[in-house]
């Protein structure tokens, strides 16, 4: 089995900063595209940014130029550094993994898996 776990949000006003982290652990084999969701109220999820395993990155046109996406591949971590944080920001954020895995059986397999969730707010 592997879990994700978010942390690092919080309350900060426009303008702030805030670093959000992602762990996973579990029986891990491999891990490939890392991936940062959020979803505000009464919206869709949608992507901020994810970066492959060789760290070829992507970014919400919302977010670029003030959101970093890093990962440490030896800690199966992965990172959304934010800064300029504004009002629009405010949302729950989720990590998502492409995790390759073994069943109990001993199957390998790959599949996504989520983090619970951190709450960001950004108050104006």
């Known amino acids: 089995q592997v879990q994700l776990v978010d942390s690092g949000g919080g309350l900060v006003q426009a303008g702030g900063s805030l670093r959000l982290s992602c762990a996973a652990s579990?029986?891990?084999?491999?891990?490939?595209?890392m991936s940062w969701y959020r979803q505000a109220p009464g919206k869709q999820r949608e992507l901020v940014a994810s970066?492959?395993?060789?760290?070829?990155?992507n970014y919400a046109d919302s977010v670029k130029g003030r959101f970093t996406i890093s990962r440490d591949n030896a800690q199966n971590t992965v990172y959304l550094q934010m800064s300029s944080l504004q009002h629009e920001d405010t949302a729950d954020y989720y990590c998502?993994?492409?995790?390759?895995?073994?069943?109990?059986?001993?199957?390998?397999?790959?599949?996504?898996?989520w983090g619970q969730g951190t709450q960001v707010t950004v108050s104006s």
């Open positions: 998502k993994a492409d995790v390759a895995t073994r069943s109990s059986g001993g199957y390998r397999y790959t599949a996504q898996f």
């Open positions: 579990g029986t891990i084999l491999g891990i490939n595209t």
């Open positions: 970066i492959t395993s060789a760290g070829s990155t």
